[in-house]
């Protein structure tokens, strides 16, 4: 479990930030966004890996970027829709422990 307000907090802030940058896409795009975010979290999985080496070998490697444009991603889809991740986070870790207590020993 987590403290709520930790991801309420970063929630604010990517609202904030928004909000003095002409607003919310629409939802469509922010999805896009999204997929768009998580193609690049796999290529640089891919490249690290040595599964897709990148074009050019000057390129660095910075998974820990793609994976936090991700997440402001998902945060303004939350946002959007004013779903509270902190809560919803907890929830799900809930529900994982109940379903999947047994399941990975």
């Not at 604010?12 to 928004?18: L, N």
Request: charged content about 30%; glycine content about 4%.
């Amino acid at each position: 479990m987590i403290k709520e307000n930790l991801l309420k907090e970063a929630q604010e802030v990517v609202d904030k930030w928004i909000q003095n940058h002409r607003g919310y896409w629409p939802p469509l795009s922010m999805v896009c966004a999204i997929m768009e975010e998580l193609g690049e979290v796999a290529r640089e999985i891919n490249a690290n890996e040595g599964y897709k080496p990148k074009k050019l070998k000057t390129e660095v490697s910075n998974l820990g970027e793609e994976l936090a444009d991700l997440l402001f991603s998902i945060i303004c889809i939350a946002n959007y829709y004013k779903i509270d991740l902190g809560k919803e986070f907890n929830n799900i870790i809930k529900k994982y422990s109940r379903r999947d207590s047994n399941r990975f020993k």
